[in-house]
């Protein structure tokens, strides 16, 4: 079964800690995190 994933910055690792969870029990997760919040992140850690 697939499923979609969203959240912003304050919600992030409570998404990842269900993204895992639901990963670990079969399921395909789609992440739909906002572009402009991820590349924002993306470009800090470089």
């Known amino acids: ?3 979609g994933i969203a959240a912003d910055h ?4 409570l998404k ?8 670990a029990a079969g399921y395909e997760v789609m992440d739909f995190a906002p572009i ?4 924002e ?5 470089l």
């Open 16 to 23: 990842e800690y269900i993204t895992t969870a639901l990963r």
């Open 36 to 39: 402009s919040w991820l590349l």
């Open 41 to 45: 992140t993306t470009t800090r850690i």
């Open 10 to 13: 304050g919600g992030f690792e």
């Open 1 to 3: 079964m697939r499923v």
